[in-house]
């Protein structure tokens, strides 16, 4: 069995504890089949809710559609499809009346 160096010092003394590998000499310890979980960036809402892929939002403020003449009201309610790993538009909606367009997490909140 060999295990991968370590994630944070690069360590090849490496062990596995349970599910997780554990690094001795810097103390990082880290679980290799998280790594699935972790494409998924970290995004927040107006809040600082946690949001995740699925989940419902209702718009924090009115947001202008770009390229229209399209408001959306505050309150607006809004499903997750996909979460990217955008500057400012990290939320992929769909948005009650207007469809599907990127939304910036900061400007929902979780419902
Ligand atoms: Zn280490």
New binding site residues.
């Given amino acids: 069995m060999s295990f991968p160096?370590?994630?944070?010092?690069?360590?090849t003394?490496?062990y596995q504890d349970q599910s997780n590998y554990v690094?001795?000499?810097?103390?990082?310890e880290w679980n290799p089949s998280d790594n699935s979980d972790d494409i998924s960036p970290v995004v927040k809402d107006a809040n600082g809710t946690l949001l995740q892929e699925g989940d419902k939002v209702t718009l924090a403020k009115d947001l202008k559609v770009k390229g229209s003449s399209l408001v959306l009201k505050i309150g607006t309610k809004a499903l997750i499809k996909r979460i990217v790993d955008g500057k400012d538009h990290q939320l992929d909606c769909k948005v009650d009346g207007a469809g599907e367009m990127m939304v910036t997490a900061q400007f929902v909140k979780k419902a």
């Fill in positions: 160096a370590c994630l944070q010092c690069e360590s003394y490496v690094c001795p000499e810097c103390g990082f």
